[in-house]
């Protein structure tokens, strides 16, 4: 059986722009992630957990001091996005990004903004900080009516975060208990750097799946899900997925939304038909601008791509939306190929997608080339 790792580790390319150094959301400078993971076997009384905490910074200054654009997407809204009406009245994020499970999303909220409030005497006095927090259903495998997260996980997250690092993919932080096309899911995460003649910008994207059905399931344009129809969950259920992308581009927040709405269909390219089941909530923000909570006048001055020109020249939008989406599509296919298939409570467990069999067919469809084991993320 071939040891996990990434897509391209293995020669699978998705779509045709270079990814980063890292092929992460990391690659946008300034952007940073953290995973607390929580994973306890029943016993002695104690109900088992597959959960966990992730949380993502959008730069390393104070972003409710130095707020980002931000824009949203909602492919099918049963799920939660604390801080949404905020993004979409303002265009602004003004947080760090917490990502959870779905009982867990309001104590999350409060042991956030608890830090906050440690660290910045305007919290709750000259402003209220509300922090940005959503959500996947984990209780497939994780025995969520015990209520496993506490608020020392979601300090560890985001100063977990604030140090930097590789990002971690598959059964970690917020993705330790969910599916992808009913095998086991977990984070993914990839990037895309543009050539300079389409702006030189960078476009990172995270996931955390809990989404699709298995015949649907599409890896690298391969019906992968058709023809690995066995190694299946006891109950199907989708249940969200979280995509947050970021860039470097000077956008501005209808900008993003648009941004945004092509990280949907980066899912879509994976098989993804927006179930109604399912919560697949998509957040774009840009690095390009930082807004202070003050300014002469009351007047700032962002840069920001042009809308609108002519028709008949060429659009800097154009690859930044192909770069979003072909991040996307590969961040989901770095979350499969990276879970390891996990047990939770009740006896449930996910497999994780076979490597051995994915890699086949991908040789029968000419995906990926017969010299076995690539290395690198270049």
């Known amino acids: 059986m071939s040891e996990r790792g990434r897509l391209r580790d293995f020669g699978v390319v998705v779509g045709r722009f270079d990814p980063g150094p890292a092929n992460s959301i990391s690659d946008v400078a300034g952007v940073t ?8 076997e029943e016993g002695g009384g104690q109900p088992g957990a597959r959960t966990g905490v992730t949380a993502i910074w959008p730069h390393e200054g104070v972003p409710w001091r130095e707020r980002v654009y931000a824009g949203t997407s909602i492919v099918n809204g049963y799920g939660e996005l604390i ?13 760090p990004i917490l990502l959870t499970s779905s009982l867990a999303i309001g104590a999350v909220y409060d042991a956030t903004a608890r830090w906050i409030a440690e660290r910045d005497p305007v919290q709750g006095t000259d402003d209220v900080i509300m ?4 959500e996947c259903d984990d209780s497939y495998l994780n025995h969520a009516r015990s209520f496993p997260v506490t608020s020392r996980h979601v300090e560890l997250a985001l100063e977990l975060a604030r140090a930097g690092g590789v990002v971690a993919e598959g059964c970690v932080g917020a993705a330790t208990g969910l599916q992808c096309f009913d095998f086991k899911g977990g984070i993914g995460t990839a990037s895309r750097v543009l050539p300079s003649a389409s702006g030189g910008y960078t476009v990172g994207a995270l996931v955390s799946t809990n989404f699709g059905a298995r015949p649907d399931l599409l890896l690298a344009g391969v019906r992968l899900g058709e023809e690995i129809s066995d190694l299946m969950p006891g109950t199907h259920a989708s249940g969200s997925c979280i995509v947050v992308v970021a860039t470097d581009a000077p956008l501005l927040p209808h900008q993003l939304r648009r941004l945004a709405a092509r990280g949907g269909m980066g899912l879509v390219r994976c098989g993804s038909v927006g179930a109604n089941g399912s919560g697949e909530l998509v957040l774009a923000f840009s690095t390009a601008n930082r807004i202070p909570r003050s300014a002469p006048q009351g007047q700032v001055h962002p840069t920001a791509l042009l809308d609108g020109a002519y028709w008949h020249q060429p659009s800097y939008f154009d690859p930044l939306f192909t770069a979003t989406i072909e991040a996307v599509e590969e961040a989901v296919g770095n979350a499969l190929f990276q879970a390891t298939t996990t047990y939770g409570r009740d006896g449930n467990v996910l497999h994780a997608l076979p490597l051995d069999r994915a890699l086949e067919s991908l040789r029968r469809h000419r995906v990926l080339g017969t010299e076995g084991r690539a290395g690198g993320d270049g």
Do not use: F, K, Y
């Open 33 to 40: 992630v953290g995973h607390v993971t929580i994973s306890r």
């Open 131 to 134: 922090p940005v927090v959503t």
């Open 83 to 95: 801080g949404i009406n905020q993004i979409n009245e303002w265009g602004l994020l003004h947080s």
